[in-house]
């Protein structure tokens, strides 16, 4: 993904007055959601116990929970709630394949991308979060102006296919969208560098509902939007069943390597509606 400079909070009001549309519908959907007033339990600084957790190599001693510890062979670190906001930070794949739909009155893969994205950061950002843009120039932030600096820039980015290579600092979430179109360990690759950087991360399988059914008959052409070429099938549902095998193992990995790393995976077709995925993905957010 290309970088651009940072952008002044006028310079995205002037972008994102060009999109009302997205703007509109993100925040009428975050609006559907229910959020407490005090944002995301978390880690961190703060008087309210939330968790013990198994003592990890670079925990300051200090930290320990002696008395717990002395109950088992672990030693355990007494987690308190942290009353500060964390960093979110949110990918809406704008490769190739993602600017796809199978028909009319369906989005395009990316527009629903961009819009649950911007919908979620509308959501944290009024529990007090920071949140920008992965693979941006911008370093998070909280308020109306994060929402029209992440809307400019989601209007405007391309980018390859492939995950970003950037670094997030440690106990931040991450919030990917995409289809995922990719090889299986660029995958693995991208999600244990971010996990081992103690990165917390949630990925959302995207696909238009014909991906999933491959509904086509007879002869069709099928041209790659990322230069694999084109391919004429004389009867496409001959492909059908083989087709849906591929798939299905595809996601299994995909769900697979996550789980591995301790990330949520879930599953989100553009002719749903946007409100569940949204619902998913900032319960996700919420657990510790």
């Known amino acids: 993904m290309s970088e651009r400079p940072p952008l002044s909070s006028l310079h995205a009001e002037e972008l994102a007055a060009q999109l009302p549309p997205l703007l509109v519908e993100a925040e009428r959907v975050a609006a559907t959601v229910t959020q407490g007033t005090h944002g995301r339990r978390r880690t961190g600084s703060g008087d309210n116990f939330w968790q013990f957790r198994r003592y990890q190599q670079g925990d300051a001693a200090t930290t320990i929970d002696w008395r717990q510890s002395a109950k088992s062979d672990p030693l355990y670190i007494r987690e308190t709630e942290w009353a500060a906001a964390q960093s979110v930070w949110l990918w809406a794949d ?16 990316y527009d629903r991308a961009a819009l649950l994205a911007l919908a979620l950061a509308a959501l944290l950002v009024r529990g007090g979060e920071r949140v920008s843009l992965l693979g941006g120039s911008a370093p998070p932030s909280s308020g109306r102006p994060a929402l029209l600096r992440l809307a400019a820039t989601m209007a405007a980015q391309t980018g390859n296919a492939g995950l970003p290579d950037v670094p997030m600092p440690r106990s931040s979430h991450a919030v990917l969208i995409s289809d995922f179109l990719l090889p299986l360990d660029a995958v693995d690759t991208a999600l244990r560098r971010w996990a081992g950087m103690g990165v917390r991360g949630h990925v959302l399988h995207l696909l238009d509902p014909a991906e999933e059914s491959l509904p086509y008959q007879g002869r069709v052409r099928f041209s790659g939007l990322e230069g694999e070429g084109e391919l004429l099938v004389a009867q496409a549902e001959g492909l059908r069943d083989a087709y849906a095998q591929r798939l299905a193992n595809h996601r299994a990995g995909l769900a697979a390597i996550a789980r591995s790393v301790g990330w949520s995976f879930a599953v989100h077709h553009t002719n749903t509606p946007p409100r569940t995925a949204l619902i998913a993905l900032h319960s996700a957010l919420a657990r510790p």
């Open 94 to 109: 704008p490769s190739a394949s993602m600017r796809w739909r199978s028909r009319d009155g369906l989005p395009q893969k």
